[in-house]
């Protein structure tokens, strides 16, 4: 079945450095690709998507290209800061109301 | 606009008791779903539901009933709580267009304990 994989955390940065937290995905499909934020105690909110190859997502400065050929969508930012600190869930989506989530990973970002 | 609203933030309850978490949306979403989140293992879905009166099981079912008499309301019952039920509990809608979905919008969350 459909599977999600993504780096396990934590990681910590300090601030301004590069962030990169790597996910993979299986599918029998072509899914859609989707970046979750979840801040302390709180819900999950939409960070960025995309829905076909070669589509790059961003929002907040972070990017994430999905990348067919090699079944990837790694988040990416340039310089990431204290407010950043949060855990990051990918997920796929492929028409089977089913969202599949990867297991997220921590980001703690050091002032 | 509410979006997805959840109650209890929390809760605690006694083996063997039974609940009802409560989810509301105010978006008019046709599609609404029930996760646990737990430590190392990210967000499993529990059921979910395409419609008023359409429910259909996820990944980890057991032990947890839904229905969906209006679009608005879909409600997680806890028949017997266990302490393997202990978990934060999310419930998320979104639209469906020609039977795929945009992206999820999600609650607060309810931080459940069973002793």
């Known amino acids: 079945g459909d599977s999600v994989t993504q780096m396990e955390g934590p990681v910590t940065l300090s601030e301004e450095a590069c962030l990169t937290i790597n996910c993979t995905y299986t599918a029998t499909g072509y899914p859609s690709l989707f970046w979750y934020v979840q801040y302390p105690g709180e819900g999950l909110q939409l960070l960025l998507k995309a829905t076909k190859a070669d589509d790059k997502g961003s929002n907040k400065g972070f990017e994430a290209t999905y990348r067919k050929e090699t079944t990837s969508f790694h988040l990416e930012k340039g310089s990431v800061q204290v407010s950043d600190s949060a855990v990051y869930f990918c997920a796929s989506y492929s028409g089977t109301y089913k969202y599949i989530f990867g297991t997220g990973t921590r980001l703690k970002v050091l002032a | 606009n509410a979006g997805v609203t959840q109650t209890p933030k929390f809760q605690v309850l006694k083996t063997g008791q039974s609940m009802t978490l409560q989810c509301a949306q105010d978006m008019n979403h046709e599609y609404m779903s029930w996760y646990r989140q737990d430590p190392g293992m990210g967000l499993r879905l529990i059921h979910y539901s395409v419609g008023a009166g359409i429910t259909d099981q996820g990944e980890v079912p057991n032990g947890y009933n839904v229905s969906r008499s209006t679009t608005e309301d879909f409600p997680l019952r806890l028949l017997s709580a266990a302490p393997s039920q202990t978990s934060v509990y999310f419930c998320?809608?979104?639209?469906?267009?020609?039977?795929?979905?945009?992206?999820?919008?999600f609650g607060q969350g309810t931080r459940l304990t069973v002793v």
């Open positions: 998320a809608s979104s639209l469906l267009s020609r039977g795929r979905t945009t992206e999820a919008f």
